[in-house]
């Protein structure tokens, strides 16, 4: 168990920069043709720089990567390098969290642009320490006005559209709401301008950055329907090539973005001009003339842009083990889903002397969560979520008292009924709603500062590469984040489907960043890309801390699984060799995780205060090619 903080005095944040000034910008009289637009992409041949002869003396050198970091004066784990010594700069120079994610967010953009970008959007959990109070903000995008119901319905066969053509096409594109929400954030809670905190990312895209073999693969993964977008091939494909490991990639059409951002503000993006080149993107895709891809064409207008605001919302939370558990509220289903999940594992004693006992808990509570999650979980602004009863301790004993100890539930199970009438237990059922097709390509960090604010955030722009459309010139691609919404209404007299595409409707998302704190002050913040299974991750690796007692870098490195409802139990290859027949002895069916990446679940970050002034930042040490910890003062300096 943890040990207690100090009763020392709450430490001060620093104050709130003031509310800056929206512009607008007048959009020329006439559109302009693509042909014109896409000439300003010629120079992008120079983009990446191979490593020989002179260029290789102009070569960017990468931050060291260091999977684990504990010190002094505040702390950063993300999964880049570049982003994290973004931040770490920026609490240096006396930045605050709030102020150090929104400037580690910016340089994602440049070096993660395939899961990063100001095309998407996120969720940010941020504890304030001159109020003492967690806060949630709401970055998620919205559908267009005009999306109904039917909206991935093919209109020539009345069926779900292929999943690959809804992801690469301007009707998976959601308004984004990345920059409503660093202006959100940085009005409430920052201690600087969004033009001050988007120099080191500026820098970057013009200097350029290493590629490694994370960037390359998930270049190639893409390449195929790269090829088909013509901005997007001229940026990320120069030459018609995947870059090469080791060479440097630049991008000077983001670092002008950034740039003229700074100088105009975020009206910029989403009343003036900029903002009618992504609607001109989404309504007409820029596709080559050779490909043979069916890139439909979007639904969003101008109006739906000026119609965007980013959202402070009141975080869910639930005790465990005496700790305070704060997450995403709807329309992300993280925080509910994390919530009643911890609240089903708390009725059970579990320990590091029987640790397949507890994680046999971990995947029954995580079923009958899911279950739920699937049934209930859409946009509360525009359907039903009973929140307060998916948290409630009463349905978690209900839910808690169909788990077998030693027998697995045949999945999927049925969903709950949470309306305030608890018994000892309910007939166990015997189907729910499929799995939804959520990505897994997201990333996410973790900050704490000097004066003792944590943020965790999670960003995304959905599948890796998004909807593969770049916008002309502005070196950022779209999000897919509206495939997110189930494609088809249910059958009739089946129960109602909360995720259905709506006018100005957020998807429901996976995405949790997550704030524990005990005795009203930060312990622990985390979170994880992964998709559906971010929910899973997180709370394996609160289980490995809290209940099998691990160190925050252990219970991060553990190998993992995922029980998400369904018949198969997905794991890491080292989870079924350590865990795998103790396991199936209870029933459970275990297969390794599918991806992509195969094998690979999430890529978490996270960090936890030791103690009063002493945060150990912990990133993955080989997931995704591993990720990047730093603190302002290293112990023992």
């Known amino acids: 168990m943890f040990r207690s903080h100090s009763s020392s005095k709450p430490p001060r944040s620093k104050p709130p920069c003031p509310k800056p000034r929206r512009s607008r910008s007048r959009a020329p009289s006439g559109a302009a043709r693509w ?31 260091q999977p684990v970091a504990t010190g002094h004066g505040g702390a950063v784990s993300t999964v880049d390098p570049y982003a994290t010594r973004t931040a770490l700069d920026v609490l240096r120079r006396g930045g605050n969290a709030m102020d150090a994610a929104v400037a580690a967010g910016a340089t994602l953009g ?13 969720y940010i959990t941020y504890y304030d320490a001159r109020t003492g109070r967690v806060h949630a903000l709401d970055g998620r995008e919205i559908a267009p006005k005009r999306m109904g119901e039917d909206a991935f319905l093919d209109p020539a066969t009345g069926r779900p559209l292929p999943f690959d053509q809804a992801v690469t096409s301007g009707l998976g594109v959601g308004v984004p709401g990345t920059l409503a929400q660093w202006d959100l954030a940085l009005r409430r ?63 000077p059409d983001l670092a002008r973005t950034y740039r003229e951002l700074a100088r105009r503000g975020t009206g910029w993006f989403y009343e003036g001009r900029l903002g009618e080149e992504i609607v001109r993107t989404v309504a007409d895709p820029p596709v080559a003339p050779d490909a043979t891809r069916n890139v439909r064409p979007g639904l969003m207008g101008t109006r739906d842009l000026d119609a965007y605001r980013a959202l402070l919302r009141k975080p869910t939370h639930v005790t465990y083990r005496g700790l305070d558990v704060y997450g995403m509220p709807p329309s992300s289903s993280g925080g509910t889903t994390v919530g009643e999940a911890l609240n089903i ?54 839910r808690a008292c169909l788990i077998d100890p030693d027998r697995a539930a045949e999945a999927p199970v049925a969903a709950g009924s949470p309306d305030g009438d608890y018994r000892p237990c309910v007939p166990a059922g015997t189907a729910t709603r499929p799995l939804g097709a959520e990505g897994p390509q997201t990333t996410h960090l973790v900050v704490a500062d000097k004066w003792g604010n944590v943020a965790s955030y999670t960003l995304s722009i959905e599948q890796f590469g998004g909807s593969g459309i770049t916008v ?29 595409p709506g006018p100005h409707k957020r998807p429901r998302s996976s995405m949790s960043p997550t704030l524990v704190l005990e005795d009203g002050r930060p312990r622990l913040a985390l979170g994880t890309p992964g998709g559906s299974t971010i929910i899973t991750t997180v709370l394996q690796i609160l289980l490995n801390r809290v209940d099998l007692g691990m160190d925050l870098p252990a219970a991060l490195n553990a190998p993992r699984a995922t029980q998400r409802n369904t018949p198969q139990v997905f794991a890491e290859q080292a989870f079924i060799d350590r865990y795998g027949a103790d396991l199936a002895a209870r029933g459970h069916r275990l297969a390794v995780f599918p991806g992509p990446p195969a094998g690979v679940i999430g890529a978490a970050t996270a960090l936890e205060i030791l103690r009063p002034g002493l945060v150990q930042a912990v990133a993955e040490p080989t997931r995704r090619g591993g990720g990047s910890a730093m603190v302002v003062r290293p112990a023992g300096r």
């Open 35 to 65: 042909a014109a637009a896409l000439a300003a992409l010629t120079t992008a041949a120079s983009l990446t720089v191979p490593v020989a002869g002179a260029a290789a003396e102009h070569r960017p050198r990468p931050p060291a990567k």
């Open 345 to 398: 594992m708390g009725g059970f004693r579990l320990g590091k002397d029987d640790p397949a006992k507890a994680l046999h808990y971990y995947l029954e509570a995580s079923k009958l969560a899911y279950a739920d999650r699937g049934r209930y979980l859409g946009d509360a602004d525009k359907v039903d979520v009973p929140v307060d009863e998916l948290l409630s301790r009463g349905y978690a004993r209900e």
């Open 472 to 500: 002309p010139g502005r070196g950022f691609l779209l999000n897919n984040q509206l495939t997110d919404f189930s494609f088809s209404p249910p059958a009739p007299g089946a129960a109602p489907d909360p995720n259905l």
């Open 189 to 251: 809670f920052g201690s600087r301008d969004l033009g001050r905190l988007l120099r080191p990312a500026v820098t970057v895209a013009e200097r350029g950055f290493v590629v490694d073999q994370e960037f390359h693969d998930q270049t190639a993964l893409n390449a195929d329907r790269f090829r088909d977008i013509v901005p997007t091939r001229e940026l990320f494909l120069p030459g018609g090539r995947v870059p090469a490991v080791g060479s440097v990639f630049r991008n």
């Open 110 to 122: 440049v070096t993660e642009p395939y899961v990063a970008a100001i095309g998407g959007g996120g």
